[in-house]
């Protein structure tokens, strides 16, 4: 049985700045929301909400590839040669080295572009969960930090997309225990509030 716990914790987030960081519990594994730039997170991995080229564009995708220099880009496009030739499809995902990036890995997973809400997105985009949890526990890595996938560019509704992303991880740490904490990076405030709502409608 996992036991959903949560405290509010004061805290300097990662960008510096003094917060009211939230954690929960799910068994002993962690997961903590906090604003700021993935690219200065420091768990083993952090995931890349990346197209399906893994040639790398705007938002965090940019973000990652700039911060960790060439080897992410030389390693995906080697992934692209051989493993997905014509390209990563929405929802699996795979891993690169980190670069110069804090986090030893990069997890390139494609969340789903919303087109109304009617093709599939909500599974489409909790596969980017699982698959990206899946492949961090194939190999042995124990934090991973997650933007806010699709929210972006790809215009999927955060309100929608907070939920299936906190639930989906909550149900994958009850079925998975080789995993020790997780990380929500949201970029703005306004982002984390509304993750913050969404944990607490889901587990209080
Ligand atoms: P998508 O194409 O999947 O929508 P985006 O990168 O456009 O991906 O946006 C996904 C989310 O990532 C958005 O909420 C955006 O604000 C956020 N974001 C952009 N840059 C960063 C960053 N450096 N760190 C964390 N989140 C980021």
Redesign the pocket.
Known sequence: MSKWSNQRVESTNIEGIKTMDEEFYVGKAKIRLVQ????EVDTDAIVN?A?STLMG????????HRRGGPKILEECKCIRATEWPDGLPTGKAVMTSGGNLKANCVIHTV?PFWRGGTRGESDLLAETYTNSLKLAVSKRLRTIAF??????????P?EKASRIAIATVKKSLEKEDRLDRIVF????KH?LEIYREAAKEIYD
């Open positions: 700021g730039d993935i690219t909400a197209n564009g705007g938002g965090v995708d940019g973000a990652i969340g933007p806010s996938i699709s929210t972006g560019a790809y215009g999927y955060i990076a949201l970029f703005t982002d």
